[in-house]
């Protein structure tokens, strides 16, 4: 069965950080590119990150130099660490296989003063 499941989500002030990470598991995660992308209050879905298998990296320009993607495939985990935070961040973040089309439920990501 496959699962993945986000953790880390939560509420932070601007210029806060937050980690998320993802557990994958039921398939070949070392094989498998990863995403992260995410969907705030009445906005269509957007990827944010996406790291191949052997660690190639592309970023959307809103999170470029903020956000770090990461992976660890000892562990079938995915990781985005999120620095500088802003308002327009909020959002529910996803990750997912892309090429296999698995996804994972999300995590709320709430960036409020």
């Known amino acids: 069965q496959v699962q993945l499941v986000e953790s880390g989500g939560g509420l932070v002030q601007p210029g806060g950080s937050l980690t998320l990470s993802c557990a994958a598991s039921?398939?070949?995660?070392?094989?498998?590119?990863m995403r992260w992308s995410r969907q705030a209050p009445g906005k269509e879905r957007e990827l944010v990150a996406h790291i191949t298998t052997t660690g190639g990296i592309t970023y959307a320009n809103s999170v470029k130099g903020r956000f770090t993607i990461s992976r660890d495939n000892a562990k079938n985990t995915v990781y985005l660490q999120m620095n500088s935070l802003k308002l327009e961040d909020t959002a529910v973040y996803y990750c997912?296989?892309?090429?296999?089309?698995?996804w994972g439920k999300g995590t709320l990501v709430t960036v409020s003063s």
């Open positions: 997912n296989a892309p090429y296999l089309g698995y």
């Open positions: 039921g398939f070949s995660f070392r094989n498998s590119a």
